[in-house]
């Protein structure tokens, strides 16, 4: 078969007007606390459950955006958002009485990635004059649907990542101001045969290589041009898989290249395994942390790739693989 | 708060090149038997599992779209696609040796209204030359994963429908040739309080309701205007409602309306209650039927609005309720 190059899409129009995020207890004990929006320090937030919970998360963030925008949810015309729980509650539930047009996409932990794109993509065509893209995850939800139930106590391998109890989301719009949304790269699904659910970086590697790759060729950029190169939630060993997978090409990635999941926790003294995870890991550090420095200019051209392992517990049961996708969005200062 | 009126998105360079239907044993007995590309026997087609089954029939449809095109995966250059399964299984499983950009989608039924809007503005505003939207369901799939296991033999209340075991796929393309895609509105989150999982043409009436009138505003259109206005997969429940909110405002709907849940079966002898549901039966009516009657210009203005019930288990569980969402996409002969 043909490879299929696909394109990577070119804004003129579109910058993050505003950002926000909302985060857990453990999230803000991480390197990066103190830069988020909200902490709820109980995780819950006075919701009767984790599903609940996650939504509130979600519609905090939406808010916060809201707020620092001045603007009332009548004068959005689009949002896009999604989650890990199945059909996508967090965000229904979450975002419904906000009573936005609404757009369910589904790129598990690519999902922020895949949303922004969407949102400056409708943006810059004109479709939209303002258009928001929020995800979230939580530990607790994620955990109990994907893997075990919380009291369960099962033991997590050195692969494992941790699912980060956050939300992240951003008001694209034409403001003429950085951070200008300029490309980006829808991905592919690749499989690379992993089937085990403690070992989602593993899955997710083959994807971002392919979509950093196809995006560097059609910007006819290298990775050098970039301040970084931000990749979702590969964690430790996903991390590494893409830097094998670049070095084969003779690229030296690694000098240029952050992980969110090896960032919104301090793997050394909190109990992380192979880092963090989850739609809410790259949104909560995107909003919370590197939007801010592509707005001051201390970060000026910036390739933003979250990754996603769509994995199904039904499809692990019957014998499947996890297949990986990840979404390229390039940002810039200037 | 203020009511959030949204836009219409309006396309000048977005037609349906190709369109193709796969469909198991019921669907094609019904009414529109014999007008499906592809018709499963078995519905399983000799896979191991039915969710393995209802990627398959995805897999077949955008084959056949391929094939009908005489285009090679590679000239595609994005395909929006989701489906009724934990984590949209059966797109990611059923397309993922075709190697596409891949977006995924989720709106439960509504999801191919949604993948029609999101690959008419990406090819109308010139992202991408060619794009698919898909969308499947399986009623072996959907049934134990949202209500009982077959074997169980759960009793059906006259208010449940039958989830249809279909796929329908779309090439959009600017080819300057009919059905022609003119316009969209994406919808809102809409809940009516609704909390029986066995009710969800009431779940989803009113979310219809609120895209329709919102898209009539916007285009100064009225239903009278249209050769038909197509509803998703309502059913009795759902349509019957959806004639009541309309017939409020004094419009008199039902004579243009048509709704693919109580087409796609015959109610009278095939079991199915209060009508069809499912990604697979709005996607397979569209296919298989009305694009055709759309292309021959034996209908020329059709306004199309798939219905979803972003129903959860997890949530039903909670005692939550279940939203509804429409979206509507306006498609001409001319």
């Known amino acids: 078969m043909e490879y299929c190059a696909g394109k990577t899409f070119r804004y003129d129009h579109a910058s993050v007007q505003t950002y926000a995020s909302v985060v857990g207890k453990a999230e803000n004990e991480g390197p990066y ?62 975002l419904k009485d906000y009573y936005i047009p609404f757009l369910g996409i589904y790129g598990a932990c690519s999902t922020f990635a895949e949303g922004l794109l969407l949102a400056a993509a409708m943006v810059n065509a004109g479709y939209a004059d303002r258009a928001i893209a929020v995800t979230s995850s939580h530990f607790s939800s994620a955990e109990r649907q994907f893997r075990f139930p919380l009291n369960y106590g099962g033991i997590r391998p050195p ?48 994807a971002a ?21 931000i990749t979702g939630d590969l ?15 003779g690229i030296a990635i690694e000098s240029r290249h952050k992980d969110c999941g090896l960032m919104l926790f301090d793997r050394s003294t909190q109990d992380v395994h192979a880092g963090g995870s989850g739609c809410g890991c790259s949104a909560s550090m995107m909003c919370g942390h590197f939007l801010k420095r592509i707005e001051s200019g201390e970060l000026k051209r910036v390739l933003f790739c979250a990754t996603g392992a769509l994995m199904s517990t039904t499809v692990i049961q019957q014998g499947g693989t996890i297949p990986g996708i990840a979404h390229a969005v390039e940002l810039t200062s200037y």
């Open 33 to 94: 606390g103190g830069g988020f929006d909200e902490v709820i320090d109980d995780n819950k937030g006075g919701a009767d459950t984790w599903e609940q919970a996650e939504s509130l998360f979600q519609k905090k963030a939406v808010g916060h955006v809201l707020q620092k925008a001045r603007l009332s949810p009548d004068k959005i015309d689009l949002i896009f958002a999604g989650d890990l729980l199945n059909q996508c509650v967090s965000s229904s539930y979450g």
């Open 235 to 249: 964690g430790l060993v996903g991390s590494d898989l893409l830097h094998d997978l670049f070095a084969r090409d």
């Open 159 to 206: 692969t494992a990542q941790w699912t980060a109890t956050a939300s992240g989301a951003v008001l694209v719009s034409e403001t003429g101001k950085p951070p200008f949304i300029r490309a980006a790269t829808a991905g592919k699904i690749e499989d690379m045969g992993v089937n085990d659910q403690n070992n989602m970086g593993a899955a997710m590697a083959g």
């Open 209 to 229: 290589y392919d979509t950093l790759k196809r995006h560097f060729t059609h910007m006819g950029s290298h990775p050098q041009d970039y301040d970084l190169i």
